[in-house]
Nanobody
């Protein structure tokens, strides 16, 4: 499975960005798709993931601001990020896994896309 992410960039605090990720290859291995992020601390943390059935997991820090969506026909997963804060600055990684919520040991990772929130 190959994951290709896009949509990062520079945005002011309070702004919005939308990340997209498309899966190709043996996509039946990716029951779960979603996003992790790695900030200045170096830790890679779960942001949001979604299973084939629509079940979701969100980090507490993004609940109410970020929305994950998935198109199982196009094999894409999007992350709509609203009310962005400087602490959302990170490299965002698309992830694919077999079971919720998608762990750091997930087998499939995209290349990462930079999101910078700054005035």
């Amino acid at each position: 499975v190959q994951l290709q992410a896009s949509g990062g960039g520079l945005v002011q605090p309070g702004g919005s960005l939308r990340l997209s990720c498309v899966a190709s290859g043996n996509i039946f291995s990716t029951n779960v798709m979603g996003w992790y992020r790695q900030g200045p601390s170096g830790h890679r943390d779960l942001v949001a993931t979604m299973g084939n059935g629509g079940d979701t997991t969100y980090a507490d820090s993004v609940k109410g601001r970020f929305t994950i969506s998935r198109d199982n026909i196009r094999h894409t997963v999007d992350l709509q990020m609203n009310s962005l804060k400087p602490e959302d600055t990170a490299i965002y990684y698309c992830v694919g896994d077999r079971a919720m919520p998608a762990s750091l040991r997930a087998p499939f990772w995209g290349q990462g896309t930079q999101v910078t929130v700054s005035s």
